[in-house]
């Protein structure tokens, strides 16, 4: 009996035909073009047709009994540029809707009749034009009082989406006022779209030491991508100066101390 099985299992095992690889990039350009690739195996099963899929509609099929064999199909916002397909494998070369977001992409081997068995896979990609660089953000002091005011502004380079913008002082987000909402650019080609956002910081009347702020900027797709940049602000106070003045060290550090120590007095005086 468990021979008979075991015999009945490497049956259907030898005559399974399937899609060895299905290869659907995460993330695509709407600027450039996306292939996708389908590898599978037949073993002994005679080839009926290759087919892809985005989402539900069919964008290539391959019938090599068919002339000509292959068939693109313009649906649902993609363009198909092309297409073509080895012994094992197929390809598809799209260019991506320049609207953000995810669509799942299919391929499906079926086998010549009668059976017509059918081999599926699915992957998704997301439409996402990268920023080329990490946020900057712009108007930070390298020195500020307690309880001073310094607005801050972050600029993200252009993406699609345009990014969403979030600030954070020693990892904490800052609520901020309507007025201080993610602003957009007018759009590049592709639909890109640069963003900033300001920061009003108000140092603490009892802040000391140093500020560590930090600009997140999201690009709401899935999965999500996020670039950050990150400035530090250091904060003096009276208690600071008397700490540089009493610190030992060598007459070197102690002359440097003693001259920014001085520089500090000056700028409180000049207030
Ligand atoms: C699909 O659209 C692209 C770009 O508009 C065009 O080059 C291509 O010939 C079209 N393909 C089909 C099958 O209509
Ligand atoms: C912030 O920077 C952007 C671009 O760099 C600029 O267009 C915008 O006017 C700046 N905003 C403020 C309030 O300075």
Request: net charge positive; proline share 8%; charged share 20%.
């Amino acid at each position: 009996m468990m021979k008979i099985l075991t015999f009945i299992a490497l049956c259907a095992v030898t005559s399974a035909h399937e899609i060895s690889q299905l290869q659907v990039p995460l993330y695509a350009d709407p600027r450039r073009e996306a292939e996708l690739s389908c590898h599978f195996r037949m073993d002994d099963q005679r080839l009926h047709s290759v087919k892809f899929y985005r989402d539900m509609y069919e964008i290539f099929r391959y019938n090599p009994s068919q002339t000509p064999p292959i068939r693109l199909f313009n649906v649902s916002g993609v363009a198909v540029q092309g297409g073509e397909c080895l012994a094992a494998s197929c390809a598809v070369r799209i260019m991506p809707p320049p609207l953000a977001g995810r669509a799942a992409y299919s391929c499906e081997v079926s086998t010549e009749g009668p059976k017509f068995k059918i081999a599926r896979q699915t992957k998704h990609m997301t439409v996402v034009a990268m920023p080329d660089s990490d946020p900057v953000i712009v108007g930070a002091p390298k020195l500020v009082k307690p309880g001073e005011q310094v607005l801050l502004n972050c600029t993200t380079a252009f993406s699609l989406p345009p990014a969403d913008i979030n600030w954070f002082l020693d990892n904490e987000l800052q609520k901020q006022e309507p007025w201080q909402r993610t602003e957009l650019s007018p759009t590049q080609s592709g639909g890109l779209r640069a963003s900033w956002r300001v920061l009003r910081l108000s140092v603490p009347p009892t802040a000391s030491g140093t500020l560590r702020v930090r600009c997140e900027a999201t690009l709401r797709v899935e999965p999500p991508v996020v670039r950050e940049a990150v400035t530090t602000v250091t904060v003096y106070s009276r208690t600071q100066l008397s700490k540089y003045v009493s610190n030992r060290g060598t007459i070197f550090e102690r002359g440097l101390k003693l001259c920014w120590t001085l520089l500090v007095i000056l700028n409180f005086v000049s207030l």
